[in-house]
C-alpha cells in the first residue's frame, strides 16, 4: 500500500487503469489518473507505469502545486495539469488522461476546438438536457513545458464562458475530470464515444 493513499482509492485508480487500457485509450505508458484526497493532497499515478497493470505501488502523494509528499519518488510528467484542473474546480474530484487513436488523430486536423452537437451522449455533461446542446471541447497544441501548458489551459478557461469537464492536447490526448472517479469515467467514455463519432465521419468525406 502508498504511504497515505486509502485502500478504496487506490483501487479506485487502479480500476480506472484497467478500464481505459481494455479501451485501447492508454498506450505504452500513456496516460494518467488522480483522485482528490481531503486536506490539499491529491493521489496520483507516478510517471511511466503501464496503467493498465497498476498496482498501489504505482502510485504516490502530490499536493495541489504538484509537489511530491514522498521524496524520490516521481509522480506523473503532467501532474500540473491534474493539479490545475482540481485547484480551477473545487467540485473534481478525480482526473483521468488517455491517449485514444480518435483523440490523437482528430486533434492534429482541427483549429483550437472540436464542437459536438446533435449528440444524445451529450447528455452525459453537466447541465445538458438534449442532443440539441453543444460542447465546445478546447484543443491545445501540445507542449512538453506542462507549466506553461497549464498556464495557456488557464488563460483559455479565463475566455470561455461555459467550460466543459475536459479538453484535448493536440496529436496527444484527452484530460477529464469528474466530482468522482466513476463520473470521470463517465465522461471520458462519452467523449470519446462522440471523438470517435467525428472521426469516422469526417473519414469518411
Ligand atoms: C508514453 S509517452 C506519454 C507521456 O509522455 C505522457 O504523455 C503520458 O501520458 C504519461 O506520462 P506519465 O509520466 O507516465 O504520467
Ligand atoms: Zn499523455
Known amino acids: 500500500?502508498?504511504?497515505?493513499?486509502?485502500?478504496?482509492?487506490?483501487?479506485?485508480?487502479?480500476?480506472?487503469?484497467?478500464?481505459?487500457?481494455?479501451?485501447?485509450?492508454?498506450?505504452?505508458?500513456?496516460?494518467?489518473?488522480?483522485?482528490?484526497?481531503?486536506?490539499?493532497?491529491?493521489?496520483?499515478?507516478?510517471?511511466?507505469?503501464h496503467k493498465g497493470q497498476l498496482s498501489a505501488d504505482a502510485l504516490m502523494v502530490v499536493d495541489l502545486d504538484g509537489r511530491p509528499e514522498q521524496p524520490g519518488l516521481r509522480p506523473s510528467a503532467e501532474t500540473l495539469l491534474?493539479?490545475?484542473?482540481?485547484?480551477?474546480?473545487?467540485?473534481?474530484?478525480?482526473?483521468?488522461?488517455?491517449?485514444?487513436?480518435?483523440?490523437?488523430?482528430?486533434?492534429?486536423?482541427?483549429?483550437?476546438?472540436?464542437?459536438?452537437?446533435?449528440?444524445?451522449?451529450?447528455?452525459?455533461?453537466?447541465?445538458?438536457?438534449?442532443?440539441?446542446?453543444?460542447?465546445?471541447?478546447p484543443v491545445f497544441d501540445n507542449d512538453q513545458d506542462i507549466a506553461r501548458l497549464q498556464a495557456a489551459v488557464e488563460a483559455r478557461w479565463d475566455s470561455m464562458k461555459e467550460i466543459p469537464p475536459g479538453y484535448v492536447l493536440r496529436g496527444h490526448g484527452i484530460y477529464v475530470w469528474g466530482r468522482d472517479m466513476d463520473s470521470a469515467l463517465i465522461r471520458m467514455e462519452a467523449l470519446e464515444f462522440m471523438l470517435e463519432c467525428e472521426f469516422h465521419e469526417r473519414s469518411a468525406r
Open 1 to 49: 500500500m502508498s504511504p497515505g493513499i486509502p485502500e478504496d482509492v487506490a483501487q479506485a485508480i487502479v480500476a480506472a487503469g484497467r478500464r481505459l487500457d481494455q479501451r485501447n485509450w492508454v498506450p505504452a505508458t500513456a496516460g494518467n489518473i488522480s483522485i482528490r484526497l481531503p486536506e490539499g493532497r491529491v493521489a496520483i499515478t507516478r510517471s511511466g507505469f
Open 82 to 137: 491534474h493539479c490545475g484542473a482540481y485547484r480551477r474546480f473545487p467540485e473534481a474530484g478525480a482526473v483521468l488522461h488517455g491517449h485514444s487513436i480518435a483523440n490523437t488523430v482528430l486533434s492534429r486536423a482541427v483549429g483550437d476546438h472540436i464542437t459536438l452537437a446533435r449528440y444524445e451522449l451529450l447528455k452525459a455533461f453537466p447541465g445538458l438536457a438534449t442532443h440539441e446542446a453543444e460542447v465546445v471541447l
